[in-house]
């Protein structure tokens, strides 16, 4: 739930009654969603192994959906075939953000690196981003209805998603409002983003602290999506996200070269190495703490499953067990016959995976900041003790958590938007069934082309810091455990302590805003601080404008937060296109 602390309870529109005309599971929808979907996985390998993130999509599809819809069939109630296209271009663009793991292999390749003699073909590529992409939504299918309509997690991006659409489809008087404060957010957003970038790259506002200037980085981005996602997300979360940075980047630095753990000219990656131990840790406790003390709405989720009928609005759960079934035993062939890891070694990382999964719905549901990458080197980490020194089943066994985690991400946000316009969930769930191989496709004619135009090295590469990290990580666990600092696991050890005891008290709604929040200080320690520092202050600009407007704020502050996420994140997309098809010229 988004806590805005200031208002109590986060006000959010009620599912609205969907007109007796509307349409949703048409052919002319499906269409346009899947022409999304190829649109998104095509550009989206470019911004990730350019930005080293990957920016909103869910907002992107769903303006770029509308739009084409518009074209055909005038403004008749297009929120419901519209949202069809956010899911697909949601789920390619997380299927494609995968791309990451690809661009890790080819630099182990380059670095020599043992097991890494040729690049995946595009064959490999699409085989395995589609097996585990589909595993990875029917694996999420059951948590609908824990994590978006019983614990009514935020997901940022689904609820700017659905706030896009609702303003887009609106009439009357009472929308204007909500129109020009999207309008207002598109606009500013979008021209902070043009005039900052360079090569896709935020300039940064950098304050370094004085003794340790070369490894302590705080301060603030110049980007507006992140004021927006500040805004949606609510105080709380951000606040201790913003412990987190302070814990892992301002006090951890000094403590650690004070105690010789690290070096006082240790990179920022030297820093994130120790740094991930406590704040993994933190979050995956806290979560899996978080599900079992929620076991009996978990044991309703999937008896109401059990129960659905094809005609009902939920995925039956006798399909959902099909389909994960047939989806794994594709993985676990491709894994075995395309990468050459054992079938005991598979199963051993989708056991694994499912726990991981979980957490990651959780942490993306409260920060609106998928854990993929953490999740992905806890699982290096956990193949580092499994099989010792094999860098190729390190890489492969990580790979397939990440696009697992991704997917079933990008169903939860997709299912976070439907719940808020009054979408059929098992129409969103098809779609991206549909659009997995989609996006899994255009990554495997894009990325080559990209290996081969740009390069890992030069002045206009793909550099791809999450593929950069996902390399040093397999290198050192390659070394064996003892490579990494005893205290690591110390620090492990006490933030699962933490962790679980923070959740336990979290359930108490008489001193939960007081409680500090395992998810929201873990995954303050690993995103980048200058994003961490902007969305606490879009969080602490809610605040303020919710004690000044008390009468109807979210009219207001919905569209505007969704109008920044939305504006930078299709500036990027465009930009990207163009550049990647060579219409625009590198700067620099």
Known sequence: MSDHDSA????????PVKPADAREWTMRGIIVALLV????????PYIVLKLGFGPNIAVVSAFFGYLLLALFAGRTALRFESNLAQAAGTIAGQTAFMCTIMAAFDMLMIDKVAGFESAMTPWQIFSWLTTAGMLGVFLAVPMRRHFVVDEKLPYADGLAAGEALIVLDAR????KNAIISLILGMVSSAGVAFLFMRAFIHEEIVVRINRFSNVTHTGFSTSLLMIGSGMIIGLRICANMFVGLILA?????????????????????DILLWVMWP????????????LVLKWRVLSKSFKSLTGARVDSGDMPMRH?????????????????????????????????TIPLMLVGLRVLGETNWGPISALSNLMQAVFGVVSPGNIPANMAASGLTGTIVADSEGLMQSYRTGHLIGSTPRYLTYIQLMAVPVGALMVAIMYPILRENFGFTGDNALSSPISQKWVGFAKLLGLGLDALHPSAFAALGIAVVLGVVFTVLEQFKSIKRWVPSPTGIGIGMLVPATAVATMFIGAVIDVVWRSVDKKSPDSKILPLASG??????????????????KVLHLPG
């Open 279 to 290: 704040a993994t840790g933190m979050m995956i406790a806290g979560g899996l703490t978080a």
């Open 37 to 44: 979907a190829a649109v998104i996985g095509a550009s989206y």
């Open 172 to 175: 009357g008087a009472e929308a």
């Open 8 to 15: 109590g309870e986060a006000q959010e529109y009620s599912p």
């Open 249 to 269: 980047w301002v006090i951890a630095p000094v403590l650690l070269a004070d105690a010789g753990i690290i070096a006082e000219t240790a990179t920022k990656r």
């Open 320 to 352: 959902v067990l099909i389909g994960i079934v047939l989806s794994g035993i594709g993985v676990v062939l491709v894994q075995k016959l395309e990468l050459g890891m054992p079938i005991g070694l598979t199963l051993l990382a989708l056991l694994f």
């Open 564 to 581: 920044f996420i939305a504006g930078e994140a299709v500036i990027v997309v465009v930009l990207s296109i163009l550049y990647a098809t």
